[in-house]
């Protein structure tokens, strides 16, 4: 048996056919009961499963199935209801939502799930059909429902602590684990992508390409698209830089914390040295020390001692808003007058 593992990445979609057909070449078929299968290869038994992190395929050469479930699973306590009497039993000498409890009820999941699938019929079969449990309450090695076939069980370890079961008609090994390197395709034109994130706020070309490849776009998509932003006019580093600085002034910061910011959300600095010479200019806008000044008077509320003790704590708030030393003695000074 083979066992090939693909990572999800934001903003793409996973199909079966178009991985398989991506993996081996081959087209994705199914029974009549809905099982998969590939025709005309070695392995030609599939089964496949997926969780929010992996798609995971199996290869056998007989019938088969998997099944897997990440380890921060919520589980809904009235789902062992529905288990066999034996599995109610095991998990009931378990403290409830425990860890260990949590761990047991997932390899009892995982490995019910296997054997539904190689059964071909999935969760309409019925949880309580079978136990993957034996009468001395240790998991079965070989699995068998009333009016389904027997199979042998194997509890996997899968990547990033996925609790993961494979159930085959015959006894086989595990005879290749790989990590598939497929990307998947993205859900949205690139363009569509970025114009939805542009309309909730306004972005600088380096936050929005960070944006777009953490969506899973590639590289080279993802500069176009950034290019071609430009030309129409959607991305204007110059602009955005003029528009934050006033807007962050206006809130009382000073030009050290405005710049340090500035280039957090993507501007160069001479972009941002540029949009802060601007505003300085700017006759609407109060000068670097009324804005100090002001903030240190929001502090000085009606009975404050203005004793040095206060006069430190001024100092700390205004170098924290980002203004400069030469602008925080001058305001201390005045207050002092």
């Not at 979609?13 to 590939?38: F, N, R, V």
């Not at 019938?63 to 062992?80: H, L, Q, S, Y």
């Not at 240790?138 to 009016?147: Q, V």
């Not at 590289?219 to 071609?228: G, L, V, Y």
Request: hydrophobic content about 35%.
């Amino acid at each position: 048996m083979k066992i090939h593992y693909i990572r999800k990445k934001a903003g793409r979609k996973y199909e079966s056919a178009a991985i398989i057909k991506e993996m081996m070449g081959e087209q994705l078929l199914y029974t009549e009961l809905g099982s998969p299968y590939i025709d005309g290869v070695h392995k030609p038994y599939i089964s496949i499963t997926d969780t929010k992190k992996f798609w995971i395929v199996l290869l056998a050469g007989s019938p088969c199935g998997i099944d897997a479930e990440e380890p921060g699973r919520k589980i809904t306590p009235g789902v062992v209801k529905r288990f066999h009497e034996r599995e109610q039993r095991y998990l009931g000498g378990l403290s409830s939502g425990s860890s260990e409890w949590t761990g047991e009820f997932l390899s009892i999941w995982v490995r019910k799930e296997a054997y539904m699938k190689y059964c071909g019929q999935g969760m309409r079969m019925g949880f309580n059909r079978f136990s993957v449990l034996d009468e001395a309450l240790e998991y079965a090695s070989e699995i068998k429902a009333e009016n389904y076939p027997s199979c042998f069980m194997q509890q996997l370890e899968g990547p990033s602590g996925l609790y993961l079961a494979a159930a085959s008609e015959r006894e086989e090994d595990i005879d290749e684990i790989s990590l598939w390197p497929y990307e998947g395709k993205t859900e949205k034109h690139i363009l569509d992508a970025a114009g939805e994130l542009l309309s909730a706020k306004a972005y600088t070309a380096s936050a929005l390409t960070k944006k777009l490849l953490d969506k899973g776009y590639s590289s080279d998509e993802t500069n176009a698209c950034i290019e071609r932003l430009k030309e129409l006019g959607y991305l204007d580093d110059e602009a955005y830089a003029q528009s934050y600085v006033k807007i962050a002034a206006e809130k009382g910061h000073g030009k050290r914390r405005i710049a340090f910011d500035l280039m957090k959300k993507g501007a160069d600095s001479k972009t941002a040295k540029a949009a802060l010479e601007e505003l300085a200019e700017d006759e609407d806008v109060l000068s670097e020390r009324e804005r100090a000044m002001e903030q240190a008077q929001k502090m000085l509320k009606p009975g404050t001692v203005l004793d040095e003790k206060m006069l430190n704590r001024i100092g700390r708030k205004l170098a924290s808003l980002g203004y400069e030393a030469g602008v925080v003695y001058d305001v201390l000074g005045k207050l002092r007058r």
